[in-house]
């Protein structure tokens, strides 16, 4: 069965301190409705302590912010929304006390990919446009079952206060930014399922949601997880709550799965977050109980081999795992460190954790041997982490010769984690070495910089000039191009 991928991105979008102060949050969500149609859900807040203000007829004080969405495909213009966001209207000037407000507008488009290019302007104010651009897939195919993107939740409440977030019969506060506190002690989300009844008729469906780290999807506990059943219908609303009092700091994904009763799946999507939560820390005391007597790792009785073995899994380690690297690694004493060692390989493989080691032992090789240099191993680059963490792209474009962009590889993932045609860009500003570093990916949870465009072309004109997001175009200058041409 084909897999569906959703797009969801949350941006913040301010300028440039040199010019204007304007502040808003974009966020953007696919639904299909059950005429058919699918579209995103975007959500835009301006941060009134950003914009200008002027008096209305009466007197009193009100704020405009014209926001334009476009979608393109190739060179045509598939869809456009533009319309004035107004703040309330206040007795008082002064922006230091005006709270934030926002809309939500449904923005029509068919499925397929396109480049969506979002602008923001204070209407009182001679600034120029704040905007942003990127690139979102639909894919909700009429036949096959498929889920909407993934929301998250600081409160879920039954009664309803009449503000543009009451949704489902429920009042919602939403967590656009995905990000979760130590305050936070429940992962409440929701999402859309369509067409389950078009596969199984009025029979239930299983939905399974679980938590797994977003470096080494294992599942940071055996609670992490919360499965309900639903009568199919050609929409399936369904709420779900994880307890995450024990959820260490780092990076997840919440993974939510659709089955038959028979346990065939259906469907599946996912949604990146991240959570800091001190209190858990790392104890390496929590590995004593292991037994490495007669198992592989006994017999690796070189202890500056074992060192560099375990340091050989920062790539691929959990969070709490690489508080081991940070505070233990050089004071724990060697049968601590052979400990841990074997647990980590028995985590990912109970059966054989011995062909897990060997198989990520001739990967790590292949990295130090493919992007080493004489100050750094293979693994400790960003293109090793890259592969280790994800496997071998798809492709590779190199350019180490344009005229005026540093040396750069692009790297191409037809699929990765329930997201389509993923890249990441390293570029080479030494010149020298073969250390390339990550500048920018359209990876969820990996690092992003708007500006990246004109950071790799920059090699023989510096800009500083933050406002320009594209670079001037020059003889032999393909970076754009590549990034959006490459396949």
């Not at 609303?237 to 009092?245: A, R, S």
Request: with cysteine.
């Amino acid at each position: 069965m084909k897999k569906l991928l959703f797009f969801t991105l949350f941006l913040v979008l301010t300028t440039s301190t040199f010019a204007q102060k304007l502040s808003a949050l974009i966020d953007y969500k696919s639904y299909y409705s059950p005429s058919g149609e699918s579209y995103l859900e975007i959500s835009s807040f301006i941060n009134g302590k950003t914009i200008t203000y002027l008096p209305t007829e009466d007197g009193k004080y009100q704020a405009e912010v014209r926001i334009t969405v476009k979608a393109f495909q190739e060179d045509s213009v598939v869809n456009v929304m533009d319309f004035i966001l107004m703040s309330e209207v206040f007795e008082d000037p002064d922006r230091d006390t005006k709270p934030n407000f926002g809309e939500i507008k449904n923005f029509q488009l068919p499925n397929g990919e396109y480049i969506l290019e979002f602008s923001l302007q204070d209407m009182f104010s001679d600034s120029k446009p704040v905007s942003y651009v990127d690139v979102v897939t639909i894919d909700f195919p009429k036949h096959e079952v498929c889920i909407s993107d993934i929301s998250l939740y600081k409160e879920i409440s039954r009664e309803l206060t009449g503000e543009i977030f009451d949704k489902y019969g429920f009042s919602l506060k939403p967590l656009f930014y995905g990000y979760l506190h130590d305050e936070i002690y429940s992962l409440l989300y929701s999402c859309e399922i369509y067409n389950t009844n078009g596969l199984v008729g009025d029979e239930q469906i299983i939905i399974k949601s679980y938590i797994t780290g977003f470096e080494n999807k294992l599942m940071p506990y055996p609670e992490a997880i919360y499965t309900t059943r639903l009568k199919a219908k050609p929409v399936v609303v369904t709420f779900g709550e994880i307890g995450i009092y024990k959820l260490p700091s780092g990076n997840y994904n919440l993974v939510l799965e659709v089955y038959s009763k028979d346990s065939i799946l259906l469907a599946t999507n996912s949604y990146f977050f991240q959570r800091s939560n001190p209190k858990i820390a790392f104890n390496i005391s929590d590995y004593n109980a292991i037994n490495i007597q007669n198992t592989f790792v006994d017999n690796i009785r070189d202890t500056v081999q074992l060192l560099e073995y375990v340091r050989f899994l920062y790539p691929i380690s959990s969070p709490i795992e690489k508080d081991f690297y940070l505070t233990n690694l050089s004071s724990v004493s060697e049968e601590s460190l052979r400990r841990f060692f074997y647990a980590f390989w028995l985590k990912r493989d109970a059966n054989n954790p011995e062909k897990a080691w060997a198989d990520y032992l001739a990967q790590v090789k292949h990295v130090n041997r493919e992007f080493g240099c004489k100050l750094k191993q293979g693994y400790r680059t960003d293109r090793g982490r890259v592969f280790l963490q994800y496997g071998p792209p798809n492709s590779i474009w190199e350019s180490p010769y344009d005229s005026h962009s540093y040396p750069y590889e692009i790297w191409h993932y037809y699929y990765l984690e329930n997201q389509s045609s993923v890249k990441f860009i390293f570029w080479n500003t030494d010149l020298v070495s073969n250390d390339y570093e990550l500048l920018h990916s359209d990876k969820r949870g990996e690092f992003q910089d708007p500006f990246w465009k004109i950071k790799v072309t920059q090699r023989r004109t510096p800009n500083f000039n933050f406002e320009i997001t594209e670079p001037e175009n020059y003889f032999g200058g393909n970076a754009k191009d590549d990034w959006f041409d490459h396949r």
